[in-house]
């Protein structure tokens, strides 16, 4: 049988996809169902006087018009997202234990406040009706007493003494400040450096914009409990975080997950729509629908990035790094959701280069404005933009080449395994070889006369170079069960969740190659908490590195169990068998029998030293579960080239090459889709999107795809990918992840690259997004024109 793992084979999941047989939230209905609508916000931070609803009550079709003290009145609690992440190395504690503050804080997520309004396009009112059209008609209805407060929406405008506090019990609005390293030692070193470069970079607020917005179809049952359809990116979290708020027992709290249009990162957590839906569906006594139009996605979705980073780097006369001392800001937002990006952005913020010291100062602060959670990287572009922009810059002041600066500073191959300032360990990654790679592909030695030819046509070439590598960590928790059927099915159960990844395909290539039987026989379930008891869902490049894992683990065991079943079959000797391409085959006489044959005795007579009639005796099933780290390092480089029309400041990204080093690539064609998809969305946030508030007013200025760009297919340039394995030891498939890969250095090759292009006209860093009008007047308030 010719092996799986590594061939391009499409995806199994495209025809029904494609053909629009997807089935996603929004295309479910129960019966008697109705629908609901929310008010929100308009202010940025305002208290909450009083709510005139009558109108609302009094209008047709309206069921109930819910506010938020109607669900503490129903003894339930608001909702606890942990967003103090497991720490990378030992799971057992939390990222962030220790604060200047004193405390990490963590406020719990009413659905609906009661006190105060902390951001526009927060929800306040619910209003429940017979149709989606009344409810949002109802909702216009309620007025809200509402006494403004002076709101702050930056970060580093928060945390300063007379900034409006967004919650009594969080002095300076700062969640927690956290000092990595010893600034004393990393002062030494910078003292006798003999250069030193400092800069601020602001990485913007973005948009999750995923394809298929957000729905939740909640109903409740007196006998079976809670059940929430909706998109995610993992049952497990989602069931447990809403049986904690509502103060149930998780068995009370089903969740199920069918098709997702795209998660990135925020839909690992719960929305406060997924759990109001849940209660109000109590007490209406009836399954209520809410779907999400795109302005209140603009609004109410949590969003990512917003990070300030003031880097420093400290260098010696040839260039080689000495120390590097940065101060993140992370903008939380309103609500405490998530610290992953600090999290992960302080952990590899020396990316590949080796740094002798490193030190870091995090600070979380709290606005009034939409929260943020991770988004697809988390932490890792927005670190890597910082690391390759400084090396642009130090290379420039010291009139070192930008390739050789990075060639006297990579982790050599000779220095690993190595573990960074930081923490991690390293244990494979060709850096330098990718970089070599990257430039020899992307034709980098020919790009002075590309340059000159741009000049000749009146456009402005730039090339830039970057390179990375990742930390994914996630969820340090994962669980498959895995049976073969008496007709020769094979049933996965896993944890994970697909929002667009290829799971049905890619696990199934594993599956097939490691227990021998046919690629079709294999069926994917996740999605449902109904089967899925554990799991950590699908982030941080963590899917197929854990499940993989796994898969493996319960091939071998189910293999085992199989075995003295099998020898009965063949009338022989559990010694004298062995499993070979999917079969039993018995040493002596060659006869064979397979895991169907297996299964149906099995079914027929249970497993041979089973006690009891127990249902599991007689299904031959294992279980495989994982609580810990399986570390990897995906990494590569990539070179954006582009020309600006300095008339105009228009950006056209000509080329771009990008190398990756994803471990042992499961599906090719996949893990390129991937890159495609990342570096669209690395484009979108170097270029076109960007969230816009106003900073005095707080209120929302890109509310709406009319004023929020996204890069669109024609941003897209040529693209030159490959991939390189160099596989880690880190688990027996060698994977390290590529769902990150594009995404991770693309901000950084391309301002690397704008810079080059303006060069003669200003140092300044760039605004991001570098709009075509902000490159237009960086061009000509510059010294050339």
Known sequence: MPKLIGQPMPRAEDARLVAGKGQYTDDVSLPGQVYAAFLRSSRPHAVIRGMDLEAARSAPGVIAVLTGQDYLDGGHQGMDHVPNPADAIAHEQRAFNDSLTGHVFNQRHIPLPIDKVRHVGEA????????????RDAAELVDVDYDPLPAVVDADKGMLPDAPQLWDNLPSNLCFQVQIGNPEDIARIFAGAHHVVRREFRNSRIVNCQMEPRSALGSYDPESGYLLISGSQGVTRQQLCIADALKVPRTQVRVISPDVGGGFGPRSMVNPEQLAVLWASKRVGRPIKWTSDRNEAFLSDYQGRDQVARAAMALSADGRILAVDHELIGNVGAHTVSYVPLSNGSRVMTTVYHVPAAAAKLSAVMTNSAPTGPYRGAGRPESTHVMERMLDIAARELGIDRVEIRRRNLIQPGQMPYRSPMGLNYDSGAFAANMERALTVSEWDAAEARRAAARARGRWLGIGVANYVESPVGA??????????????????????????????????????????????????????????????????????????????????????????????????????SFIDGEYVDATSQRKVGLADVARRIAESGLPDAEGAAADTHRFRVVAEFNGRIPAHPTGAAVCELEVDPDTGEVELTRYTSIDDVGTPINPLIVEGQVHGGLAQGIGQALYEGFQVDPESGQVLSGSYMDYGVARAGALPPLRIELTEDPTSGNPLGVKGGGESGITPATAAIFNALADALREVTTDELPMPATAASIWEAIHQGDRV
């Open 124 to 135: 306040v009112v619910m209003v429940v009706a017979e149709t989606q059209r009344e409810a």
């Open 476 to 577: 340090p928790k994962e669980r498959i069960e895995l049976t073969v059927e008496p007709d020769g099915r094979v049933d996965l159960v896993a944890g994970t969740q697909t929002t667009g990844q290829g799971h049905a395909t890619t696990f199934a290539q594993v599956l097939a190659d490691k227990l021998g039987v046919p690629f079709e026989a294999i069926s994917l379930r996740t999605g449902d908490s109904a089967f899925v008891s554990v799991g950590g869902g699908t982030h941080s490049d963590r899917s197929m590195r854990l499940v993989g894992t796994l898969i493996v683990q319960a091939v071998s065991s189910l293999v085992d169990l199989g075995k003295p079943v099998a020898a009965t079959l063949l009338d022989t000797t559990e010694g004298q068998v």
